[in-house]
């Protein structure tokens, strides 16, 4: 499986974005999917997944209530809304993929975009 993240950039605090996250030739169905992020001289850390039935959602309590992430109906693009940002979103985002089920641990995915900026400023 093939990623290709997309949608970061500059924004205000307080401000939204959505990240995108395509698939070249294949669905993600079979494959949970999910967000991590890296800030600056910090570890990748998780943000959220999704299943691979896309029945349940998962979040980091950093970004609850504040990001959402979905899928299209075809399952061949994966998204994160990100609304009300904070400077401490600021990171790389990455999309990644693992088949069977969800997982808060990047170290349990198999594939990975290659990661697109975001840029919140005070």
């Known amino acids: 499986v093939q990623l290709q993240a997309s949608g970061g950039g500059a924004v205000q605090a307080g401000g939204s974005l959505r990240l995108s996250c395509a698939t070249s030739g294949r669905s993600f169905r079979g494959y949970a999917v999910g967000w991590f992020r890296q800030a600056p001289g910090k570890e990748r850390e998780f943000v959220a997944a999704?299943?691979?039935?896309?029945?349940?959602?998962h979040y980091a309590e950093s970004v609850k209530g504040r990001f959402t992430i979905s899928t299209d109906n075809a399952k061949s693009t994966l998204y994160l809304q990100m609304n009300s940002l904070k400077p401490e979103d600021t990171a790389v985002y990455y999309c990644a993929a693992r088949p069977g089920g969800s997982s808060l641990f990047s170290s349990a995915y198999d594939y990975w975009g290659q990661g697109t900026l975001v840029t919140v400023s005070s």
């Open positions: 999704i299943t691979r039935t896309g029945a349940a959602t």
